[in-house]
Every structure is written in structure tokens, then in C-alpha cells.
């Protein structure tokens, strides 16, 4: 090693590369004394191949590098010259490379490139890479040294087993991959193709494309092709295609051109989904909703009928309601000296229908509405709003102890006079139900979700049986008599048509004699 540095400083700055002088003294340059002779012309050769070169004398020392080498092994030559060549070797194959150098050496040839053999180089830092390498025995006088030309195969072999499992992808893809010539002939059929189309590799490897084509389709092989030839990709491209027993099928469609090395397109490749199946569920969702949109409007026009009779009859019995409703009252207050007190019970009992069913026929317009009326949608500030109605609230409830709890509410964007209204009808019902208890306690809140806000009502009267918590949103359907409670059996059920109307829901917790809690929710 000291012996290679003191060549090192000997050679000039032009001289890099070259031989270093002999010294018939010293090895290993005596080894190839002979060799160098042959001049500058196998230098410049040797020191410029695109490959890792090198000269190894009998004993396995290296002797000379090219700057290729020094570059694939990371070494410079002054590291390396005079070292043993198992320095490039790792070191689970070194013993055995020694062994199998000296059998070269006892009977050196010429080995090429491409044995087949696994073979692999150290680098300097330790790493392993493999390579190829080419063996040529050369005669210096007497004796004998070796050059060996090492190719780097790391890309190589990275592109062999990109190949491989690339080939395997191909070969276990559900899909058909098909590639063909610019002649439209078959030259590549996989499994996947075998399963769609149900001809073997062997049947169809050779043959026109055209026979997976049905007739009325022929054209698309020359429009694909005119598109391939342009270096243009087809992407999901449509189609119908013909398996081997005739059966025609639905399929989507990537073709795509092949290139050579040099660039030029020598064919085209083909990805094909069967989408049959697809095709078919989308014909019976089309007929589905062919018939929905046919019910809908049906439905529609059918609602509109009813919308406009319920309209309409309720605004006309409104009219004699309130003329009889008058007519009672004025007996009562004009004629109550004429009629006798049974006949008074029934007049007051007749102002009290005509009132009752008066606020019925409010509520099923109010309900009307709130179904046809097109939602004014604002920011709407719940704790503003909730305050309003506690306050309009308390003016009609005198007289009753009330514990109102208002937690905080956060804001939502909807119509603020529906809103207003689902509101003033739960905190209504809470009112209306806590009146047996001494001290009505009611209470407010809600919260902000990810996907929208929860509010709630919660008060501690009379509640109701959870078995019949589905009944309570229905028009008409009350849990209690109009003699315990008044109302009509409206009010919930416009609160379930704002809120399901504003995409949100509507729900209720309670149990008998312990109260009730109604949710809705808002999405933002």
C-alpha cells in the first residue's frame, strides 16, 4: 500500500490515469511489466470504458483501475491498488471467491458477460449491489494477470423485478389485458382475459382482434388504431364486445399505444372491464326512478289537491263557525233573561265548540303552511329568539310559579318565523303539562356538533309512556283528553314538518308522571 503512494506522487498531474512507471524490484507492476509495454493506446482505452475495469496478478492483488470503477466501488485507486481483490467481494462469498480464483488461475479463459450466475460487489461503505462480470486472462512475459470489466447491474435487476411484478399484476387482474400489433392481430392474453371473453391464450394468441368485435361495431378497430397512431389514449371508452359463446356483453374500455425503445408505436394494449352487470342495474335504477318521478309528480299533484281543499274548506267553515260562535253569545248576553239555565249550559257549551274547532281549523292552515311555504332562510340567534317567546309565554301563564332555565343556545341559519314557531310550540306543551305540578320547572339548552347543533326542551310534567313516543307527532293523535289538556293535536306535528323541512330531525325522551324531553336538530 505505501509502495502504491510513493507511484501516486511520482506521476505528474497529466499522467492521472496512466500506468505508473515500473519498478523491476517491487510488486505487482514486475507482474505486468510486459502488459504496459503495449502502450498508451490500451490506457486510454482501459482508463475510459463505460464499465468498472481492473487488473488482478496471480496472487489477487489489484494492480490497476480504471476511474469507471473507482466511481461503481467507491474507492479511489490509491485505496485500493495492491489490496486484495476480495476487498470488492462481500464478505459472505469471500472465502469462496479466493478458492475460485485460484481455480481460475491454475487454468486461466476468457470468460464473457451474461453466465446466468448471481454475482455481487461491496462497496466501499459496505453496501451490496449486483453485477456482471467479464474475465480476460493476459500474458505479461511469463506470467499471467487477469482483467475483469464489472457492469453494475443494480438497475438491472430493479427493472427485472419491476418486470416480474408487472407480469404478475397482469396475469392476476380481474380485468382483460389485451395487447395487439398495428395489424390488429393478438400477441398478449391474461387470465383475466380468459375469464371475460372465455377464449384460452392459445385459441386467440395470432388472431385478429376483430372476433371479440361485434359486426355493427366494426368500424371502432380503424378509429382506435388512427388514435393509436397518433400516440392518443382512449379512456373508458363504452362499448359492446362478444365472448366465445356468442353472448354479448357491456364493457369499459382503456386502450393504449406501445412504444419500442427507439420510441416508435408498434401496437396498442387494451384494459377491458366487464360492466354488464353495471349496465343492467343502471337500466332497473333508470325504470325505477322513471316510475318515482312518475309517483312523485303524482303524489305531488295529489298534495297540491289536497293542500288547496284543506285551504279551501277551512277558510270556509271559519265563516259560519264565527256566525255561530256570535249568535251564541248574543243569546247569552241579549236573551239570557228568555232562556232558562239548561239552555244556558248549552249556549256556553256552543260558544266553547265553535272556539275549540275555530283554533283547529288555525292550526291545520298553520300546518298547511308550514308544508307549501317557502323556507326565508337567515342567521337566526337562538338565545334572542328563545327569550322572545319565554316572555309572550308568560303573559297568557299568570299566576303559576315557573322556573325557567334558559342555558346558553348557539346560533343556526334557517327561517326564523318557522324556527320561532317550533320553539313556541314545545315551550307551550312544557307550560301546559307542568300546570298539576306546585313549581313548573322547565329548562333550555343545547350544544354545538360537528354536523349541526342539538337544542332541547325538558320540563318535569306529567310526561308520557315511551311506548307511545311514535304517536306523538302525528296530526290529531294526543296521549291526553281534551278535558285534562286542551289542545288539537296540531302543534307537535308542526313541529315535526319545520324540522324535518330544515333537514333535521325530531325526537322525544320522557316517562309517565317524571316529565318529558323533546329534541330537535339543526345541521349547519
Known amino acids: 500500500m505505501a509502495h502504491s503512494e510513493d507511484l501516486t506522487k511520482k506521476q505528474s498531474a497529466n499522467e492521472r490515469h496512466r500506468t505508473p512507471p515500473i519498478n523491476d524490484r517491487e510488486k505487482p507492476e514486475k507482474d505486468y511489466e ?21 487488473i488482478v496478478n496471480r496472487e489477487g492483488e489489484i494492480v490497476h483501475v480504471n476511474a469507471e470503477l473507482e466511481k461503481i466501488f467507491g474507492y479511489s485507486r490509491e485505496e ?51 453485477v456482471d462480470i467479464s474475465l480476460t486472462p493476459l500474458k505479461t512475459g511469463e506470467d499471467t494477470v487477469v482483467m475483469g470489466v464489472i457492469r453494475d447491474y443494480t438497475w438491472r435487476k430493479r427493472g427485472e423485478e419491476a418486470a416480474y411484478r408487472l407480469a404478475a399484476i ?47 361495431r366494426s368500424d371502432e378497430s380503424a378509429e382506435f388504431l388512427e388514435k393509436i397512431m397518433r400516440g392518443e389514449r382512449i379512456e373508458n371508452y363504452e362499448t359492446i364486445r362478444v365472448r366465445k359463446d356468442g ?33 343492467r342495474a343502471e337500466e332497473e335504477i333508470r325504470g325505477v326512478n322513471e316510475k318515482l318521478g312518475r309517483l312523485y309528480e303524482s303524489c305531488e299533484a295529489t298534495n297540491k289537491e289536497l293542500e288547496t281543499f284543506s285551504y279551501s274548506v277551512s277558510h270556509d267553515l271559519r265563516t259560519p263557525l264565527v256566525a ?22 248549552f249556549l256556553s257549551a256552543i260558544s266553547k265548540k265553535t272556539d275549540l274547532m275555530r283554533r283547529l281549523i288555525d292550526d291545520l292552515l298553520a300546518f298547511s303552511r308550514s308544508g307549501r311555504q317557502a323556507l326565508k332562510e337567515s342567521n337566526v340567534d337562538m338565545n334572542e329568539l328563545a327569550k322572545n317567546v319565554i316572555e309572550e309565554l308568560k303573559l297568557v301563564e299568570t299566576g303559576r310559579v315557573l322556573q325557567l332555565d334558559l342555558r346558553s343556545l348557539p346560533s343556526i341559519r334557517g327561517d ?22 306546585p313549581a313548573a320547572r322547565i329548562e333550555i339548552g343545547g350544544k354545538e356538533e360537528a354536523r349541526g347543533n342539538t337544542y332541547y326542551v325538558k320540563d318535569n310534567g306529567v310526561g308520557f309512556d315511551m311506548a307511545d313516543a311514535s304517536k306523538l307527532f302525528e296530526v290529531f293523535k294526543r296521549l291526553h283528553s281534551s278535558q285534562e289538556f286542551e289542545g288539537t293535536g296540531v302543534g307537535l306535528a308542526i313541529v315535526w314538518r319545520v324540522i324535518q323541512r330544515h333537514g333535521g330531525r325530531v325526537w322525544a325522551e320522557g316517562k309517565s308522571g317524571e316529565g318529558a324531553t323533546f329534541y330537535f336538530t339543526l345541521p349547519k
Not at 80 to 107: C, M, N, T, W
Not at 188 to 208: C, F, H, L, T
Not at 324 to 345: F, M, P, T
Request: proline share 5%.
Open 34 to 54: 510486459d502488459f504496459v509495454k503495449i502502450g498508451t493506446l490500451f490506457q486510454d482505452f482501459f482508463e475510459f470504458l463505460p464499465d468498472g475495469a481492473l
Open 80 to 130: 485500493i491498488i495492491g489490496r486484495s481483490i476480495e476487498i470488492l467481494v462481500p464478505d459472505r462469498f469471500a472465502s469462496q471467491h479466493v478458492e475460485d480464483r485460484k481455480r481460475y488461475i491454475s487454468a486461466p479463459r476468457r470468460r464473457p458477460m451474461g453466465t446466468g450466475l448471481d454475482l455481487f460487489g461491496r462497496r466501499k461503505d459496505g453496501s451490496e449491489f449486483p
Open 170 to 216: 397482469v396475469e392476476s387482474s380481474a380485468d382483460a389485458i389485451i395487447g395487439k400489433t398495428l395489424d390488429d392481430l393478438i400477441f398478449s392474453w391474461n387470465a383475466g382475459a380468459e375469464k371475460i371473453y372465455g377464449y384460452s391464450s392459445e385459441e386467440v394468441i395470432g388472431r385478429p382482434v376483430s372476433i371479440l368485435i361485434p359486426p355493427d
Open 247 to 279: 353472448k354479448q356483453i357491456h364493457v369499459s374500455m382503456t386502450v393504449s399505444p406501445i412504444e419500442d425503445s427507439a420510441g416508435n408505436i408498434i401496437g396498442g394494449s387494451a384494459i377491458t372491464r366487464d360492466i354488464t352487470d353495471r349496465k
Open 324 to 345: 255561530i260562535g256570535g249568535l251564541a253569545r248574543c243569546l247569552l248576553e241579549d236573551y239570557s233573561g228568555r232562556v232558562d239555565e239548561k239552555g244556558r249550559e
Open 416 to 437: 326564523q318565523l318557522m324556527i320561532r314557531q317550533v320553539l313556541m310550540n314545545l315551550l307551550s306543551n312544557a307550560m301546559k303539562f307542568t300546570r298539576p305540578k
